[in-house]
């Protein structure tokens, strides 16, 4: 089974983690549930933000409205299916004695949020309306 399919499984049966080496000290599994909250914060964040560009930039084009908000949407969903995947890899790595596992993601969320707000400085000031 390839490590991808096991730690989605691992997201619904969080239990079969415990079986898994030695268990790590419990501070540790706390500041990982932290990191994984916070990235759900960020989340919720990213797709309220969605929401709102949706609702409240109604003389926006609607395919720069429909495209800041789509893109604040996704990224957001990303984000949320990124944070359970990190919490299930870190907890593995901690409970193995492994080096935690290193990502990506943090690089390319940063850029997106840049460029969308980018998109959206650009909108403000040059009020692109519909």
Not at 26 to 38: C, D, I, K, Q, W
Not at 81 to 92: D, I, P, S, T
């Amino acid at each position: 089974m390839s490590d991808f399919v096991r730690n989605v499984r691992l997201w619904f049966v969080p239990e079969e983690v415990r079986k898994e080496g030695r268990t790590p000290d419990y501070r540790f599994s706390l500041a990982n549930e932290r990191t994984f909250l916070a990235w759900l914060r960020t989340a919720l964040a990213l797709i309220g933000g969605g929401f709102a560009v949706d609702q409240f930039l109604p003389d926006l084009r609607w395919g720069w409205r429909v495209g800041l908000a789509l893109a604040l949407l996704a990224t957001g969903t990303l984000c949320a299916l990124r944070a359970v995947n990190h919490w299930v890899r870190c907890e593995r790595a901690m409970r193995r004695g492994e080096d935690l596992p290193v990502s990506r993601f943090p690089a390319v969320l940063s850029s997106v949020v840049a460029v969308v707000a980018v998109a959206m400085v650009a909108v403000v000031l040059l009020r692109w309306e519909g």
